[in-house]
C-alpha cells in the first residue's frame, strides 16, 4: 500500500487561498511552460495551455485530493492540453488542406459539378445524428472541445467520441474529394 502523502498546499488551494495558489502559480509555471513550448514549439501556444491548466486547477480546487501530488497533476494536465493543441492543429491542417481543394475546384471546376458537390457535402453534414452534427459544427466553427463540452453538458469524451465518428462517416461518405 502507497503511504499517504499530505501536502498543506493542497489543502490551502482546496480551502480557496489565493495565496497558496499564486505560490503553485509561481513555483511552477516557468517549468511547465519550458514543457509545453518544447512539445508545441510555439510559445504564445504554450503560454496559453500552461494557463489553461492553472485555471481549471483554480475551478476544481474544492475537489482535490488529499493525497494528490500536486506537481505531478499539473504535468499530466499540461501533457494532455498539448496532445489536444496538436491533435487540433492536425485537424485543422487536414481540414485547410481540403478547403484548398475545394476552394480549387470553385475557380476552375464546372458550375454544375461544384453545385453537385457543395450539395452532397452539406448532405452529409445534415445526415449525421444530431448530436455528431452539432459537435462536428461547432468544433469547425472554431470552439474547443472543452467549450462544446460546457456549452452541451457532455462530458470531454463524449464530445471527442461525436467528432470522430462524425469525422468517420463524412470521410466515407465524401471520399470522391480526395480524388479531385
Known sequence: MAPERYDPMVEALRAGSPDAFTKVYNLYYQKFHVIANYRLGDKVAAHDVVHDVFTALWEIKERLSDNLSLEAYLLTSVNNRCID?????????EFIDRQSKVAKLLTQGDPAILKDIAEQ?????????????????MFYDGLSIKEISDITGSSLQTIKNHLCAARKKLRLKLLFL???
Open 85 to 93: 493543441v496538436i491533435r487540433k492543429n492536425i485537424l485543422l491542417e
Open 121 to 137: 457535402v452539406l448532405k452529409a453534414i445534415d445526415e449525421l445524428p444530431p448530436a455528431e452534427r452539432r459537435a462536428f459544427k
Open 178 to 180: 480526395r480524388n479531385t
